[in-house]
């Protein structure tokens, strides 16, 4: 076998969770605000006005805006607690998952008229 | 035969990057269930890890571009507002849709639905791509995080695939017209 081969199959060091873990979990918060943001953006008008960023996009400039601000600093502030270490990856996988889907829901019109 | 500049962008928008995307999504899907599962028989080469990392980077890059292309170019001409007086409503397509109560849902449920759900796209595949920039071939050894990029990645192909049934349609009962003419053939 030459040596390309032998590096190709060669397995790489198991690397802490906590980085993954990281990005997962802030995936997860940050498609659960963007869903909270755009429900609270609809109930109340000044909450509208304040996220009317770019006037011909509308409220949906500040909406994504503000998710995607949210998602980035709890990406970041995680990444620095947990990037070194291995966390509990079943627990966060599965906050993680059910944040999205909650998200994917509330973004349902018929869901989110509810609130 | 002629196309508005504004259609060519709603094109460039839909069938370009969200369509791209959609079709990735299903191959990224593939890499990762078969490649990446800790069962897998085949080993995962630098070649393989390579190819993923820029295909999952692809991925995310398409689905920003179909959501900024989106949101900052195609939406604006969608909700403009007719001038007091505006005889025409075909130039305002929200306007339209609202106008006829057969055609209102394509707006109140349609577009309310997808211009938010389409966020989750690219939130989802950067995610996916950071890890794979990270753990690589090293994603075999940690199941969950694998499972959860799946799963991730299934709903971002979910969310793509509404935003793209209802761009479609609502394009189809209020196309977005306007801007610059762009001449593509002349008839015979």
């Known amino acids: 076998m030459d040596s390309r081969e032998t590096r190709d199959f060669s397995p790489s060091p198991s690397l802490p969770s906590g980085y993954g873990a990281a990005a997962l979990l802030s995936a997860g918060i940050g498609s659960f605000a963007l869903a909270a943001i755009a429900i609270a953006s609809d109930r109340n008008a000044g909450f509208r006005r304040l996220m009317t960023l770019y006037k011909p996009t509308g409220p949906l400039s500040g909406v994504t805006t503000a998710a995607l601000l949210v998602w980035l600093i709890v990406w970041g502030v995680l990444h620095l607690r947990w990037r070194k270490r291995d966390v509990r990856l079943p627990l966060v996988s599965a906050a993680a998952i059910v944040l999205l889907i909650v998200a994917f829901l509330l973004m349902f019109p018929p869901i989110a008229d509810l609130f | ?188």
Not at chain 2, 97 to 124: D, F, Y
Request: a positive charge; charged letters at 15%; proline letters at 6%.
């Open chain 2, 1 to 188: 035969m002629d196309i508005s500049s504004h259609a060519l962008w709603s094109l460039v928008h839909g069938m370009g990057f969200g369509g791209l995307y959609l079709l990735a999504c299903s191959g990224g899907l593939v890499e990762l269930w078969r490649r990446f599962a800790p069962s897998s028989p085949a080993p995962v080469t630098a070649r393989d890890e390579r190819f993923v990392r820029i295909y999952f980077f692809l991925m995310a890059a398409l689905a920003w571009l179909a959501v900024l292309t989106g949101a900052y170019m195609v939406y604006p001409w969608y909700r403009a507002i007719p001038p007091a007086g505006a005889t025409s409503l075909s130039a305002f397509p929200q306007r339209l849709l609202l106008s006829n109560p057969s055609t209102a849902a394509w707006h109140s449920l349609g577009m309310e639905w997808k211009e938010h759900v389409a966020w989750l796209a690219p939130i989802s595949t950067t995610m996916a791509c950071a890890v794979l920039m990270r753990y690589g071939r090293g994603l075999r050894d940690h199941r969950h995080l694998r499972n959860a990029v799946l799963c991730f990645v299934v709903v971002a192909m979910m969310a793509a695939g509404i935003a793209g049934f209802f761009g479609a349609e609502i394009d189809d009962h209020a196309p977005i017209e306007g801007g610059k003419i762009i001449p593509i053939a002349h008839g015979g």
